[in-house]
């Protein structure tokens, strides 16, 4: 459904040259423009947790760190990303390569032997 939501506001910003929010802005009433923001909201809220989340357990199965600590150290790599990318974006896409090619050589050339 997301997928479908993304592709369609795509061609609506091809087509009009203005984005979702602006299309809804000057179409509802503000009760439904207040509604639609604080689901955006609360939407955004919840993938950050689960980011934060999911980075906890991650290191808490890779590192043995408590949970705690896991999302505190999480915590302050996203905000650290939040800080470069709002300064030089070419320095965060940079960063986001960097993380991703690390991902992917530490998953096709780990161990080879899982059972150890």
């Given at each position: 459904?997301?997928?479908?939501?993304?592709?369609?506001?795509?061609?609506?910003?091809l087509?009009?040259g203005?984005?979702?929010?602006?299309?809804?802005?000057?179409?509802?009433?503000?009760?439904?423009?207040?509604?639609?923001?604080?689901?955006?909201?609360?939407?955004?809220?919840?993938?950050?947790?689960?980011?934060?989340?999911?980075?906890?357990?991650?290191?808490?199965?890779?590192?043995?760190?408590?949970?705690?600590?896991?999302?505190?150290?999480?915590?302050?790599?996203?905000?650290?990303?939040?800080?470069?990318?709002?300064r030089?974006?070419?320095?965060?896409?940079?960063?986001?390569?960097?993380?991703?090619?690390?991902?992917?050589?530490?998953?096709?050339?780990?161990?080879?032997d899982w059972?150890?």
């Amino acid at each position: 459904m997301v997928v479908l939501i993304q592709y369609q506001s795509a061609k609506l910003g091809l087509v009009s040259g203005r984005s979702l929010p602006q299309v809804l802005g000057e179409r509802l009433p503000q009760r439904a423009r207040v509604a639609f923001w604080g689901q955006a909201e609360i939407v955004a809220a919840a993938t950050d947790i689960a980011e934060v989340i999911g980075g906890a357990i991650a290191l808490q199965l890779l590192f043995g760190l408590p949970l705690v600590l896991g999302g505190v150290i999480v915590g302050i790599a996203s905000l650290l990303l939040l800080v470069v990318q709002g300064r030089r974006q070419r320095r965060f896409e940079e960063i986001i390569m960097a993380l991703t090619g690390t991902a992917h050589r530490s998953t096709t050339t780990g161990c080879d032997d899982w059972s150890a």
